[in-house]
């Protein structure tokens, strides 16, 4: 068995609080996998961890192409991370177009563990460098430190007699690398070798095969002159006691509705089509049968929506998932579900737009539309989550709200929240809000009729589900009217039924928590108000600025319609609100038109994520300007 | 006396009337709809169903008002989305009995897509295609049924579109139940819904509707007594495909080209003839093509009536729920189990 602390020669090791990584190579280098048993390795430890895939929208974009290069971005610490890190400090790049696509984000003196192979002739050629010019042999990485390493080489000798096919051992080069990232922060093997034995328990002979070259990277680390004056690192786990799991956050979407439809009494039904990046929540809860989910791969986006329209009307907990094209196409439904008043959960991973723009890329340009974005007047609540964990209680909460409401919600997650990953303490079933559908009850004949919209203090109509005896009533678009439910194209009853759907919306701002200020003094200089998955880099930067000294605080929404009740006393607190958004400047509409202040705006359109570094250097600006 | 002094008073058997919602039907006089409705009404009685456990469901259009005027759980949803709405609910509910109520726009135009969809996935819903060849809410634009050459007031100089066969669709569709009634014909239309609710997975019922307003007549050949009887045929299970006045003209089949034969002239008797099997995908296939065998513009076959194709196949529902009973053979996972997952790392 693997012993890391049996070295032949005691490299030097040397504590850091985090560290950033980026494993990138081409798409069929098997990075993904790299990266993800780096995660799990450090995650398991106890370190904090923040996770990013960045791949392209082919499959198999050509090979050694700039478009083909994938990235796997992570941030292990000893204290609470929020990102995956602004810049990395350490490169694997597997080849020239790794490196080219990458270099920018890597810290000026950082690490770039290259593997030479992917630097022959043909390779920088590919990743478009001029004739001759080769970046590990001409100085231009010069302000790096640079470990070139034969990768392909060294995991060729290592599984030399293991009898697979050439194609086979070179596809193990990939866990020479992670060998190597192991040695380098003095992290243990046994983890991922008991991953491979199990996701090979078909084949041993591949096992053993990823299982010694991962090992032959990591005695290569230990006997190589290479890393003599760098030594090694260690960054100590400081995570709490307690039983973690890993989560990104589509899956905790995909959690999150299964745990509400348990916690609420009724059977999860998804009505969904496949898109980028919201498919996974479709994958994840199509396994989840052992807990009675439902779901329907529908032949569009609108027999998505609308076969959970049905499922809901039959009392089913009903979602559906989608992105950005795909909510557009859904939006004549959401009308529907907003004149029924049936509950219904839409969880929208935002992407790059217009049109098919940038699947694989986040954005938050979708929020204006799931504000507005339908015909006629037709309010829903609209949430957002912050990050992959709170993808899990936003999402639950707009289960809740559907229910409790009786009203389709929006639930604004994006493609980076999809598919990065932290770790998450396991939370128990005891801490889940409960959730109260408001069935109506069987009608005996002698009872008076029933009325499909009456409504409670709330406004909230009743829900009565085909199946329960004297409650037969017909519902639809048409305007209805008030009470009865019956078609009514009555002037005023319309005019009625318009404010009874938005104040009933309006309402729910009873419901939800007041705004709090997640760090910062509670009044002061500057506010940064975000909302969505730029939580993790102005918490971040909010945090540094503290520390510099500067009078600034952070307050993220979760709540964007109805808005928390207190949010205007919360911005009238501080002489400037900065609200940074990846679009252009769509929340700020919302803010201006709420509370007819002046916030400060600042976007980032550009398929990233912003980080933090750029959003502290804007506090400290506007900051230093006032 | 008995140790059981209850007494179970049998519920009176319901009615037609059982099943009229309070709301008067807003169609126009001499409209098909009221003679479809009607039907419907009396067919619910025989199905032995409690009207809590109906459920119509429709999109947009004349026909797909029709779940207002029902006395059973009802949702009129949005144009050409009745079929997943449909299937959404059954999927949520197998238990209830779940009916559309569409037309030729809404379920073969807007609707197309869901159309093929829903047949090839075979949910058990009963689906009444009310067909009068034009759209009728919107006032008079053909329809993807129209006839070629008809004139609308979007076809100003006549349609140019080839229509839908809607027979020919629903089999090439992967339909498992397809058959064709007549708004006229109210016994026998009820007769084929019956039989249609009676089908697991989903049933298929084109019903010839008319609409007086702005296709009249469209189906007048098979409804006047001077040309029906030539002009239609009637299908019957195990039995020959006779028509005309005097029973005396049948179908043979020639290899797959379907031929009227005069039984009389030709010395032939009926068990020469094609003799109807509904669970014959190839012979429905043809029966379908009927309407399209064209001589001169005219039609050389009789346009048939009936159950086409009906076969026993599973349904969607019954599918999902039975991959389900198999995940959950030991035992429904809990909600800690949920949140625990399948990856969970404890750190001390």
Redesign the interface.
């Known amino acids: 068995m693997t012993d890391t602390k049996k070295t032949t020669r005691q490299a030097n090791v040397t504590s850091k609080t985090s560290v950033s990584v980026l494993f990138a190579g081409d798409s069929g280098d098997g990075m993904q996998l790299t990266g993800t048993q780096f995660a799990n390795t450090v ?2 430890r ?1 370190s904090e961890l923040n996770t990013f895939p960045n791949f392209p929208s082919e499959i198999r974009a050509p090979a050694g192409t700039i478009a083909g290069v994938s990235g796997f971005q992570l941030q292990f610490s000893s204290k609470p991370v929020y990102t995956p890190g602004a810049r990395f400090d350490v490169m694997v790049a597997m080849n020239s177009a790794a490196l080219k696509a990458n270099l920018k984000d890597l810290h000026r003196g950082g690490i770039i563990i290259a593997g030479t192979e992917g630097f022959d002739e043909k390779n920088l050629k590919l990743a478009g460098y001029p004739d001759g010019a080769n970046p590990l042999e001409d100085g231009t990485l010069d302000n790096y430190i640079v470990f070139p390493v034969p990768v392909l080489q060294f995991t060729r000798e290592a599984l030399k007699e293991s009898g697979l096919s050439s194609k086979d051992v070179d596809r193990c080069k990939n866990m020479f690398v992670l060998g190597l990232l192991y040695w380098l922060y003095t992290l243990p093997l046994e983890g991922t070798i008991e991953t491979l034995q199990a996701k090979f328990q078909k084949n041993i002979q591949l096992a053993e095969a990823n299982i010694k070259a991962m090992k032959a990277g990591y005695f290569f680390g230990d006997e190589t002159e290479l890393f003599a004056n760098l030594g090694r690192f260690d960054i100590a ?1 400081q ?9 990104t956050g589509n899956e905790a979407c995909a ?1 999150a509705l ?2 509400a439809s ?2 609420a009494g009724l ?1 999860l ?1 998804l ?1 969904s089509y496949p898109i980028t990046p919201a498919t996974e929540i479709l994958q994840t809860l199509a396994k ?5 989910v ?1 779901t ?1 791969q ?3 986006e ?2 998505g929506i ?11 907990l ?1 979602a559906t998932n989608t992105s950005g094209p795909g909510l557009a196409l859904k939006t ?2 959401l ?2 579900a907003v004149i ?1 008043e049936v509950p219904l959960v839409i969880i929208n991973v935002q992407r790059g737009g217009p049109s098919t723009g940038l699947p694989t890329k986040p954005e938050q340009s979708d929020l204006l539309m799931a504000m507005y974005g339908r015909h006629g007047e037709a309010p829903m609540p609209v949430i957002a989550a912050r990050s992959p964990v709170d993808c899990f209680y936003t999402t639950y909460e707009a289960a809740r709200i559907a229910v409790e409401h009786m009203t389709p919600v929006i639930c604004l997650s994006d493609g980076y929240l999809a598919l990065s990953s932290e770790p998450w303490l ?4 005891d801490n ?1 809000a409960d959730i109260a559908p408001r069935f109506q009850p069987a009608r005996k004949p002698e009872d008076p009729p029933y009325l499909p919209y009456k409504r409670d203090d709330r406004l909230v109509r009743s829900w009565a ?14 305007e209805k009217q008030n009470e009865t439910g ?2 009514s194209h009555d002037p005023e009853n319309h005019e009625l039924m318009t404010k009874l759907r938005a104040e009933k919306i309006a309402r729910i701002a009873d419901t939800i928590p007041l705004q709090s200020i997640d760090n910062g003094p509670l009044k002061g200089d500057l506010l940064v108000l975000g909302w969505g998955s730029s939580y993790g880099a102005i918490k971040t930067a909010v945090e540094q600025a503290l520390e510099e000294g500067y009078s600034v605080a952070h307050a993220h929404l979760r709540y964007i319609h109805p808005f928390p009740k207190n949010l205007g006393t919360i911005l009238g607190n501080y002489k400037q609100v900065l609200i940074p958004e990846m679009n252009s400047g769509q929340l700020i509409h919302l803010i201006r038109d709420a509370f007819l202040i002046a916030p400060v705006g600042y976007s980032k359109v550009q398929g990233v994520p912003f980080n933090e570094m750029e959003i502290l250097a804007k506090i400290t600006d506007l900051i230093k300007e006032s | 006396m008995t140790d059981n002094d209850t007494t179970i008073i049998a519920a009176p058997a319901r009615t037609a009337k059982d099943f009229a ?1 309070d ?1 008067e039907p807003k169609w126009c006089p001499g409209c098909g709809d009221h003679a479809i409705l009607q039907q419907l009404k009396n067919v619910m009685p025989e199905l032995d169903v ?9 999109g ?1 259009g004349c026909s797909s008002r029709l ?2 005027y ?9 144009h050409g ?1 009745a ?11 197998p ?2 009995s779940v009916w559309v109520a569409t037309g030729d726009g809404d379920a073969l135009s807007i609707g197309g ?2 159309f093929i ?1 829903t047949l090839r996935r075979n949910p058990d819903l009963n689906v009444v295609l009310f067909n009068n060849e034009i759209y009728g809410l919107t006032k008079g634009q053909y329809s993807p049924t129209s006839k070629i050459g008809l004139r609308t007031i979007t076809s100003p100089s006549g349609v140019i579109d080839q229509p839908f066969n809607t027979a020919a669709l629903t089999i090439g569709s992967g339909g498992s139940f397809f058959a064709r009634a007549f708004d006229r014909d109210g016994k026998y239309l009820r007769s084929i819904l019956k039989r249609a609710a009676l089908h697991k997975g989903t049933s298929l019922v084109e019903i010839y509707q008319n609409c007086p307003i702005f296709n009249n007549s469209a189906f007048e050949a098979f409804a006047t007594p001077d040309s029906k009887a030539d002009k239609t045929i009637y299908l019957e299970q195990d039995k020959p495909l006779v028509f005309g006045k005097e029973k005396n003209k049948g179908i043979r089949l020639d290899g797959f080209t379907p031929v009227v034969v005069d039984l009389d002239k030709e010395g032939l008797s009926t068990s020469d003839l094609w003799i109807h099997n509904e669970t014959d995908i190839n012979k429905a296939s043809i029966l379908a093509r009927f309407a399209d065998i064209h001589d001169k513009s005219e039609e050389v076959v009789p346009r048939p009536f009936g159950i086409f194709y009906a076969e026993e196949r599973v349904t969607y529902e019954d599918a ?1 729920t039975e ?2 009973r ?3 053979k030991n035992g ?5 189990d ?4 399948e ?6």
């Open positions: 995650a398991v106890g786990p995570k709490q006691h307690g039983t973690y799991r890993r989560v959690i299964t745990a348990k916690k059977q039904f009505g989840k049968k052992k807990y009675g439902k329907f529908a032949e569009d609108i027999a609308v076969s959970s329209i049905g499922a809901a009307y039959g009392g089913a009903a004549e439904a009308g529907l029924l396991v939370e128990s079933p889940l589900i085909p199946g329960t005896k004297g409650l037969e009533h017909r519902i639809g678009g048409l019956n078609v | 919602s709301q409690a009207p809590e456990n109906v459920v119509f469901v429709s947009i779940p207002y029902m006395a059973t759980y009802g949702v009129h949803g949005i989305r079929l997943p709405m449909a299937t959404g609910l059954k999927v949520a509910r238990e209830l897509n869901h969809h999902l991959q389900i198999d995940a959950q429904v996972a809990s909600l800690e949920l949140l625990k997952g990856s969970s790392y404890v750190i001390k």
